[in-house]
């Protein structure tokens, strides 16, 4: 891209405006200094053929479901029945923070909302079991994150489309590492638990199994459906995403929690969410078409064959890139704009697609507990009212544990194809 869009991008960037409107226009300033004013006409065609995916489709409806669910009753249960197992353990309101959001994570598929939805009920109930309020917003965090991981996932969706890669494929890549992050931190709460004399363990007061599950059962069916259909080959994501909304829905009514005012709030924040990634997708396709005829993907891949730099070494460099990228960008902005840009040579070196999405669906979702941004940690320092700086300190542990797990993500593909590969999903 040449200086002066260049400088218009770094100025708006500064000056704090939305990125969709920051990279279109300095796309379109390119357009016209680059003397290629005359390919304009040909751009809504363009971006609307790069849009016109089925699989962008599931996207607000895993959105509307995580809405409804939020709202409708399903975490109280989730967290009532995670503490029927793990509250018996030391430190086992943190071990029941990691599990609710395993369950958690096969409905919303968001890390944010996970944040949102845990940081208003277990943060308390911890602090009023003993634990640091500090602590208890820490692992809250922490455990968000397998939100975008264990499917269905709003990332993985937005991958595969972006990437036109299997979303089925993707989704079956991700159980492994989601509950391979689950038993991570379960072993980082364990270790801190009995270093801090969190409480828990003997004698510890806990629901009763049965009631607790029965009273979880119509929301730990939702994954049930959701997973098994797409698994099997009955729904496609699409599909899938729609009969989970409509689930979610009755599931709400069930718990009497979902009134008229919480649905139509969900409708609305579905709207201005799914407005928000597709006015970013926009951009991005822009910006694309940009790029195709600039031969940018071309010269990239040149680039990394001068640099005789192999697979594992360009992968890790990949990885350190989209690190730094989630640590300041929006997660779904940074896939948008360099994912087209950065994975194809990539692939083209032998890094097979589906395993490349899971780790950048890792590697930008760590990035929600980083600085300077840190958009997990901001909505719980936001909603619990606390300093930032203190709960980036007190992250930290579980930080460096999920990136040594996302360091052996990269190093062993087969934790994440080997599920995949046995349903028959890739080669």
């Known amino acids: 891209m040449p200086a002066l869009p260049l400088l218009f991008l770094l100025l708006t960037v500064l000056s704090g405006g939305g990125i969709a409107y920051f990279v279109g226009g300095a796309t379109v300033l390119a357009f016209i200094t680059e003397d290629h004013a005359r390919f304009?006409?040909?751009?809504?065609?363009?971006?609307?053929?790069?849009?016109?995916?089925?699989?962008?489709?599931?996207?607000?409806?895993?959105?509307?479901?995580?809405?409804?669910?939020?709202?409708?009753?399903?975490?109280?249960?989730?967290?009532?029945?995670?503490?029927?197992?793990?509250?018996?353990?030391?430190?086992?309101?943190?071990?029941?923070?990691?599990?609710?959001?395993?369950?958690?994570?096969?409905?919303?598929?968001?890390?944010?909302?996970?944040?949102?939805?845990?940081?208003?009920?277990?943060?308390?109930?911890?602090?009023?079991?003993?634990?640091?309020?500090?602590?208890?917003?820490?692992?809250?965090?922490?455990?968000?994150?397998?939100?975008?991981?264990?499917?269905?996932?709003?990332?993985?969706?937005?991958?595969?489309?972006?990437?036109?890669?299997?979303?089925?494929?993707?989704?079956?890549?991700?159980?492994?590492?989601?509950?391979?992050?689950?038993?991570?931190?379960?072993?980082?709460?364990?270790?801190?638990?009995?270093?801090?004399?969190?409480?828990?363990?003997?004698?510890?007061?806990?629901?009763?199994?049965?009631?607790?599950?029965?009273?979880?059962?119509?929301?730990?069916?939702?994954?049930?459906?959701?997973?098994?259909?797409?698994?099997?080959?009955?729904?496609?994501?699409?599909?899938?995403?729609?009969?989970?909304?409509?689930?979610?829905?009755?599931?709400?009514?069930?718990?009497?929690?979902?009134?008229?005012?919480?649905?139509?709030?969900?409708?609305?924040?579905?709207?201005?969410?799914?407005?928000?990634?597709?006015?970013?997708?926009?951009?991005?396709?822009?910006f694309g078409y940009l790029m195709s005829i600039e031969r940018i993907p071309q010269a990239m891949v040149a680039w990394v064959e001068a640099m005789n730099l192999g697979k594992m070494q360009y992968l890790l460099l990949l990885n350190v890139i989209f690190l730094l990228a989630g640590m300041l960008m929006d997660v779904k902005a940074a896939l948008a704009l360099l994912g087209p840009l950065l994975i194809p040579p990539a692939i083209l070196l032998g890094v097979d697609p589906t395993h490349m999405g899971i780790l950048i669906g890792f590697n930008l979702t760590v990035g929600l507990l980083t600085p300077p941004l840190g958009g997990v940690l901001l909505i719980l320092a936001t909603v619990l009212k606390m300093d930032y700086w203190r709960l980036v300190r007190t992250v930290l542990p579980f930080l460096v544990a999920e990136l040594i797990l996302l360091a052996v993500l990269i190093l062993c593909p087969e934790v994440t194809l080997a599920l995949p590969r046995l349903l028959g999903l890739i080669n």
Do not use: W
């Open 40 to 286: 304009l006409a040909a751009l809504p065609q363009r971006v609307m053929g790069q849009l016109n995916v089925f699989a962008f489709l599931a996207m607000p409806l895993f959105i509307l479901t995580g809405e409804l669910m939020n709202r409708g009753g399903v975490t109280e249960a989730l967290i009532r029945f995670s503490m029927s197992i793990m509250g018996r353990f030391k430190g086992g309101l943190g071990h029941v923070n990691v599990l609710t959001s395993v369950f958690f994570a096969g409905v919303s598929g968001s890390a944010t909302a996970d944040a949102a939805a845990l940081g208003n009920t277990l943060v308390p109930a911890m602090e009023k079991e003993g634990y640091s309020r500090d602590y208890a917003a820490a692992i809250t965090a922490a455990s968000s994150i397998i939100g975008p991981i264990i499917p269905p996932s709003v990332i993985l969706i937005f991958y595969g489309a972006l990437m036109n890669t299997s979303v089925v494929a993707l989704f079956a890549a991700g159980i492994v590492p989601g509950l391979l992050l689950a038993a991570v931190l379960m072993v980082i709460n364990a270790i801190i638990a009995h270093r801090e004399g969190h409480p828990g363990g003997r004698g510890a007061q806990v629901p009763a199994f049965f009631p607790a599950l029965l009273q979880a059962l119509p929301a730990l069916s939702l994954p049930l459906i959701i997973m098994s259909g797409i698994l099997l080959g009955v729904m496609t994501p699409a599909e899938a995403a729609g009969v989970a909304s409509i689930a979610a829905l009755l599931v709400g009514r069930f718990y009497g929690k979902l009134g008229l005012r919480d649905v139509l709030i969900s409708l609305q924040r579905t709207v201005v969410l799914t407005g928000a990634v597709f006015i970013i997708l926009v951009a991005i396709a822009s």
